[in-house]
């Protein structure tokens, strides 16, 4: 089975930028869905993005687009999350899950099998 790795994580000034990358262990992307989530203090986990691997269509939570994108380093078989503008609030647990979801499913953890650690990220001056 494929176990997403999380990294680059950190801790950056607000307004700064950041990008995680997500790579596959004990397996490969193919034929999955890659959704990152994230969970700040005292907040339930939410989704923040994920991409396709086949076929490449992206998704987005609420308010997300903006200032996060997420895509394919093929030739790697890692997903990035490319986060800009970074914000106080942005400051959460970074999770990087594997799953087969459909369309109106795509934001739901339960969607998900493979669940990696998770990669802290903290917003602050």
């Known amino acids: 089975q494929v176990q997403p790795v999380e990294s680059g994580g950190g801790l950056v000034q607000p307004g700064g930028s950041l990008r995680l990358s997500c790579a596959a262990s004990?397996?490969?992307?193919?034929?999955?869905?890659v959704g990152w989530f994230r969970q700040g203090p005292g907040t339930e986990r939410e989704f923040v993005a994920g991409?396709?691997?086949?076929?490449?269509?992206?998704y987005y939570g609420d308010s997300m687009r903006e200032r996060f994108s997420t895509v394919k380093d093929t030739a790697n078989g890692a997903v990035f999350l490319e986060m800009n503008n970074l914000k106080p609030e942005d400051t959460a647990v970074y999770y990087c899950?594997?799953?087969?979801?459909?369309?109106?499913?795509?934001?739901?953890?339960?969607?998900?099998?493979?669940w990696g650690q998770g990669t802290q990220v903290t917003v602050s001056s």
């Open positions: 004990g397996g490969t992307f193919v034929g999955y869905t």
């Open positions: 899950a594997v799953g087969r979801p459909i369309m109106s499913t795509v934001t739901t953890e339960r969607a998900y099998y493979y």
């Open positions: 991409v396709r691997w086949s076929g490449g269509n992206r």
